[in-house]
């Protein structure tokens, strides 16, 4: 089978690479030219056997709307595009509108794993019509971990479902991470009692209720620096986060731990907090607290 | 009547100039030489009426502790000893029953109004028996404000009962802070469209569902300091408010917004979060995305 | 003055009770024949003198939008209409754009004080421009309480500005709301020790640092109904405080007891928990806890 | 190596299988007769050579207390405790002091891995001295799970620390199935989406960022019961999560994430909501929204 890939940036880039050794046909487009294997989107739909698939793997938002705008202009009915960037599902919606008219087809895959995929292969959630998912079944197969299909691959829905299951799917991965996070904290503190936290974390991979692959990666970046010196704890979030609160918020469901991780990153990146020199400003107020002043 | 009051500091003090401006004579005591009227706690007594009405009003713990074994040691059957302070109420059933072999009778007094109490007068929730509180209520209705008494005073229960009030008023009172404050940054954040923060705060005075005592010392500190510039958002916390957490976890009652209120204080104070570097390093291992160095 | 006034369920109703009282000459429509004063919208535009202002009160979103749509039609340049509903910010810049077009000028203007508003007049946070603003000031202060205008009234920003405001002021609201009620139940859980939980809200109204109209209303309510054995716990949610937390999390504002306070609501609709489900499955699988089956 | 072993409940009946499965010789006391080895905790002591090692597998609280009081007398200098139960890690401190006055030593060990650990063998988390610790190091091996002894074992410091790292590691465990349930009722929810929930999370396990042992006992569960139909959204929780909110609060750690999912807990096992029922009221008075009558 022969695919194109449009964005070869990290995760682009290895996806390539796995869909080679694994024995996909692939012709990559990016900007980067020391990275693309054609010189334009045209090049690359010109190079594909039809019905052409082509595999976006470009950021979220203005960027893949314009590809797929370009692609639909290049495309013929019968060719297909996937979305595997971390689009929001409402998007795949307009995506695949957009391309019905032309007769082209339109697959969404949420896409886990990160820089691990690689090698592990990757955490596959996709959506579209069955005759689709069935035709590129085998660059599904090329990119998921080895095993059982069924545990590393699922076909969740029709447009759209795809990419609502990977947003519901880093929604957990926040609140697990900042579960562990809290963990971390609660053990780091007491220095008194626990004397060997990063061995704690190691000695949970086997055995324990809370082992996991992320309780992997915090063992490895323990061991990489055990006190996390030379790390600030400053985090970004991505919109995945963000829109798994909002779709919580427009179907009424709690997602207290969820919305917890968030505000948690949101805070982690203040240099100082609005809300808390409004606290601040209150206890003084009813008080007489002292407040610290700004150029203490 | 005549009663000793044993600290004298920021509260302490306000309350004598309440009391003694409502007809109650005063004796009181503190470490401080500039504010006492008397040299020690055993004067304190000896210059008080039988039977005798001893306030404490010293910080919560072993310094109320203390004070409390000193008097035991001083007070006589049918004496009164009321503590006024931040006492946790499970201290109060401790105080009672130390004082009770003695025939020292105990009333626990929840105080709240801060600063502004010397003026407004203080709301009071009280614990103890029945006759006690009666043969003290001049005390209370000096202190009290103006108006219906009920509308400023409670006897919520037996002892300890006064101070569980407080304590649920006091975690009650950081909810409500941090819900102004959470406002605040909303508003303050889009200052595209807000045009007149501190206004609009003050607009909510009359008329709106979110009117209160705690807004007006909003809308104060936002006319000392419009922007908060001179301020820190650094929040300290006491026991009130944790063991309003305590209680709710030991009768498995639900506080989220209590407890997000004492969290935010606790990384308000963070100058680095142990748990966000967690975090930080977590999405580094993953997904590669760069963290900030502790040094950058 | 003599404006129109579209709308005239509970609050418009009230409005025009308020303002008619206030001096200001009202032509009401609603589609209730019994309250309504003119047959169509057609006649209250009829009935008004140029330029006109017509006050928009009836529910955000669609209903809003028809109103607005219509009023398009029939009004001319020069004139004015103000949607004093609950409607996002955003609809207002694409009303307002709308309605420039034809030269129809609009304000947006956020309205607290729910059923007591009649009597005790309405808190307004205002958005649109200084003339129009200026030249509707008579309504606004018919509507507004008594006491300083900047007390009961702002004029927040630009179009926008003033549901802008209202929605924060609705979030904070909620978080106002969740606080108390979260003292409520610690205060009822024990029994043992509160021995008048209605009576220890009622004594928080003076002096404390609590005090504030909400709590007001809980003394109401508790006198009512003292241990709310009349009510179910089954509480709805408005379009406000989910669009509170949607602003929050667009503007990486931390809100976690505005969030708590919304789920909490979305909780006590919910006759089962999936989540919880969930939850309990999970601790059957790996601790062999019993899980109560659905059919106990 | 010979042990006494006390309590033959579910976890430990398992773990005395799992000790002779892999060489260890086990003296397990219980009352109840249809289980236990020896009539009575006398009886088992005698059994055992000096200098005894006798594990204790009963719950957390009064019970271990008493255990370990009566082998206080009955056990000599040299001989060893380990308290492998839940126990609050305080009262590890309290144990080890009373033991010591008669040269008993005293280990403990926090126990993870459900009715798993049998075959899987158990995460074990430990505190005490290092020549003790050596000393059982054969029990320990014979319960951990196969593979690096450092992935399953940890000795985290001194008396006391086992537990506080087992309090820990239960607080993460809450959180991350608290994580894991949101992300449920969010898929759950738009079944016009999300065309298979249990597929979705069978196909987690491979290669994404959320596998997990918990996931895996998830999909499990769904396995059995795909909608949960025969679950009842009502969940216990134990001492352990609890302290871990108290240790948090008492050394200033923010645990939103953790403390959300213990909320979420006490909510599921109320039939009503008293502070909904506050919420509502409140909504009642200020808007007159209407309420849900409890006999409705």
């Known amino acids: 089978m022969h695919i194109g890939l449009v964005g070869l940036g990290k995760m682009g880039n290895n996806m390539r690479t796995r869909l080679r050794a694994n024995g996909i046909e692939v012709t990559g487009f990016d900007r980067n030219p020391d990275v693309t294997d054609v010189a334009t989107i045209s090049d690359l739909v010109a190079a594909l056997p039809a019905p ?13 709307d314009s590809v797929v705008e370009e692609l639909n202009g290049l495309l013929e009915a019968g060719d297909l595009i996937i979305d595997g960037g971390n689009s929001r599902f409402t998007d795949d919606f307009k995506h695949a509108e957009l391309l019905s008219a032309k007769g082209i087809d339109y697959i969404d895959a949420g896409v886990s ?87 704690t974390f190691k000695a949970w991979q086997r055995g324990t209720v809370v082992r996991s692959w992320l309780l992997e ?29 909002e779709e919580a918020i427009a179907n009424a469901v709690p997602v207290p731990t969820i919305s917890a991780s968030i505000f948690a990153r949101f805070v982690s990146r203040q240099e100082d907090s609005p809300a808390m020199k409004a606290v601040a400003a209150l206890r003084n107020q009813f008080g007489g607290h002292a407040v610290k002043k700004a150029d203490d």
Chains 1, 2, 3, 4 share one sequence.
Request: glycine share 14%; aromatic share 10%.
């Open 52 to 64: 052409r698939t082509v595999w976006v793997m470009v950021p979220a938002g203005a960027i893949t």
């Open 113 to 199: 794993g990160g820089v691990w995929g690689v090698d592990n292969g990757y955490g596959l959630m996709v959506g579209g019509s069955k005759e689709q998912v069935e035709r590129v079944m085998p660059v599904f197969d090329a990119l998921r971990p080895e095993g059982p299909r069924d545990e590393g691959f699922v076909h969740v829905g029709e447009v759209g479902a795809g990419h609502y299951a990977k947003m519901v799917h880093n929604g957990i991965e926040y609140a697990l991470m900042q579960a562990y996070a809290e963990g971390f904290e609660l053990l780091d503190k007491r220095e008194d009692i626990i004397k060997d936290v990063p061995g």
């Open 217 to 245: 990666l915090l063992v490895r970046a323990l061991e990489e620096d055990p006190d996390f010196e030379q790390i600030e704890g400053y985090v970004e979030d991505s919109g995945e986060g963000r829109w798994t609160i």
